[in-house]
C-alpha cells in the first residue's frame, strides 16, 4: 500500500497532463531563448569579440543557431515518449522514429553551415551528407506516416475479463517503468551535456565526444537505456498474453530499437540506411500483426453469430 502510494504520487508529478503541459511551455521558451544566446555568441564570435581555440561551423555560421532550439525540441520528445509508454506501446515506439528522424533534420541544419556549392556535389563529404538526410527526411516523414495510420487500427475482439485484468496490471508495470526512467534519463541528460562539456573545453582528454560527433551525444545513451526498456517489457508482457503475432510485434519492435542504435555507431550513407531500414522494418511488423488482429476479430465474429 505504502509503495502504490509513493509511485502514483511520483507519476502524477512526472507524467501528468498538467506536468506535461508546464513541460511544453517551458522548452518552448528555453528554445527561443537557446536560439537567441546562440545567435549572440555567433556574432560575437564573427566580429572577434570571442576568440576560439578551435573553429567550429555551430559558431560561426548563423544557419546552425537553429540547431540549438532544435536540441532542446528532442529533449520534449524524448519526455513524450516516456509519458505514452504506460498509454499506448505503439505511439511509444512511434516516438522513437519521430526522435531520430528530428535527429536527422537537426543534422541538416548543421549540414547546411558546410555546404560548398560547387560541380563537384558528389565528391565533396559534407555535400553527400545533407543529400543523404534531405532524402531520408522525406522517406522518414513518409514512413512515419504509414506508421500512425496502422497504429490508428483496432480489433476489439476479446471480452475476457481474467485477461482485461492481466492487461491493467500490465499497464499498471508500465507506469511504474515510465516513473523510474524519467530520473534515470535526467540523469543521462546532464552526464553526457558535462562529459561532452569538459571534452570541448579540453578537461577530459580521455573523453571520444567532441564536436564531430556532438549529433550523438546523449542519444546514444538514451537509445540503449531504450533496448532494456522494451527487453523488460517484453518479458512482462508473458504474464498478459502469450499470443504469437503479439510477442512477435514486441520482439519486432526491439529489432528496430537496436538498429537504430547501431546507427550511432556509423556514419554517412551506412547511418541512413540503418535508420530507415529500421523504421521500414517496424512499420511492416506493424502490418502483419494488424492483418492477424484483423482475422482472429473476424474468427471471433463468425463463432458469436454461430453461438447465437
Not at 519526455?79 to 519521430?98: A, D, G, M, R, V
Not at 551528407?129 to 490508428?152: N, R, V
Amino acid at each position: 500500500m505504502e509503495f502504490n502510494k509513493y509511485y502514483e504520487l511520483l507519476y502524477k508529478k512526472f507524467l501528468s497532463d498538467v506536468t506535461r503541459k508546464k513541460t511544453e511551455k517551458i522548452i518552448l521558451i528555453i528554445s527561443i531563448a537557446s536560439f537567441l544566446i546562440h545567435l549572440l555568441i555567433i556574432f560575437l564570435v564573427d566580429f572577434g569579440y570571442i576568440a576560439l581555440a578551435e573553429s567550429s561551423d555551430l559558431l560561426t555560421n548563423p544557419i546552425a543557431a537553429i540547431y540549438t532550439p532544435f536540441s532542446f525540441i528532442l529533449v520534449y520528445e524524448v519526455y513524450l515518449l516516456i509519458y505514452y509508454l504506460p498509454k499506448s506501446f505503439t505511439i511509444y515506439i512511434s516516438k522513437q522514429y519521430e526522435i531520430i528522424s528530428l535527429i536527422i533534420i537537426r543534422r541538416i541544419f548543421k549540414d547546411l553551415s558546410n555546404l560548398t556549392l560547387s560541380s563537384e556535389w558528389f565528391t565533396i563529404k559534407y555535400d553527400l551528407q545533407f543529400t543523404y538526410d534531405i532524402i531520408a527526411s522525406l522517406l522518414l516523414f513518409f514512413l512515419i506516416y504509414q506508421f500512425y495510420i496502422q497504429s490508428k487500427k483496432r480489433y476489439n475482439y476479446d471480452n475476457d475479463e481474467l485477461k482485461k485484468e492481466g492487461i491493467a496490471r500490465f499497464i499498471k508495470f508500465k507506469q511504474i517503468l515510465a516513473t523510474l526512467l524519467v530520473p534515470v534519463v535526467f540523469f543521462v541528460t546532464i552526464y553526457s551535456f558535462t562529459n561532452w562539456s569538459y571534452s570541448s573545453i579540453g578537461v577530459n582528454t580521455n573523453s571520444n565526444i567532441s564536436f564531430t560527433n556532438i549529433n550523438n551525444i546523449f542519444f546514444e545513451q538514451f537509445f540503449s537505456i531504450l533496448i532494456i526498456t522494451d527487453v523488460i517489457l517484453l518479458l512482462f508482457s508473458f504474464f498478459h498474453t502469450d499470443e504469437f503475432h503479439k510477442v512477435f510485434r514486441n520482439s519486432g519492435f526491439i529489432i528496430s530499437t537496436i538498429l537504430l542504435r547501431i546507427s550511432f555507431s556509423v556514419t554517412g550513407l551506412l547511418n541512413t540506411v540503418l535508420i530507415i531500414s529500421a523504421i521500414t522494418f517496424g512499420l511492416i511488423i506493424l502490418i502483419i500483426y494488424n492483418k492477424f488482429e484483423k482475422n482472429i476479430a473476424l474468427e471471433k465474429g463468425k463463432k458469436m453469430i454461430q453461438n447465437e
